[in-house]
């Protein structure tokens, strides 16, 4: 019998329209697209969010469609700029609105930073403890004119760079989903024990 294919959700975290972290997003959706995985992507642009709030978030219009692709995913492919080394508003917006349906699934994330991004990575990485997710062991970074220009991978360091990023989020986003699916199956003990029906 042959597995599933891996589904993915790529959140592009800008509103901007002329996004470089839209263009290395549609380029990683793409390769994983023909690696064989479902990719989802999710841009605020298009799709937009409104902010989060507790009282009335889980009942507004198009919520439950939205969860819905939120608890298909497997991995989770982050993507924002870097706001005074923080996450967009878009993205917080977007983790605020869920947990349970991250845990024990793979966090990766790519910044698009002047700055290496190492804060905004690191603030990725604590949501997806937080929501007992696993984060991979990197993120990518890149910049304007240098990695993307005029809506174009430009940088050869950057191409190789998301090669790996694609091979890594395939590679362990399928170990980690079967071993989400024998853990939620399952009887040991263990952190997803919570979350069986």
Known sequence: M?????HVLAVVGSLHEQSIT?????????????????????????????????????DAPGFKALQDRIEKAEVF?????DYHGSISSAMKN???HFWQEFAGKLFATIVASHEKGLTVTDQLRTVARQCYAWSLPYGVAFSEKEDVKDGQIVSDALKKRLDMFVRDVRTYGALLA???????TGTEAGF?????K
């Not at 042959?2 to 891996?6: A, D, F, I, K």
């Not at 079967?178 to 939620?184: E, F």
């Open 178 to 184: 079967r071993q989400r699916h024998a853990d939620l």
């Open 2 to 6: 042959s597995e599933s294919p891996l």
């Open 94 to 96: 977007f983790l605020d």
């Open 22 to 58: 839209r263009t290395v997003i549609s380029r990683i959706a793409e390769h994983l697209r023909a690696d064989g995985c479902v990719v989802d992507v999710l841009d605020f642009k298009n799709d937009p969010l409104p902010l989060y709030n507790p009282d009335t978030a889980y």
């Open 192 to 196: 997803m024990a919570r979350h069986r």
């Open 77 to 81: 492919v982050l993507g924002t700029p």
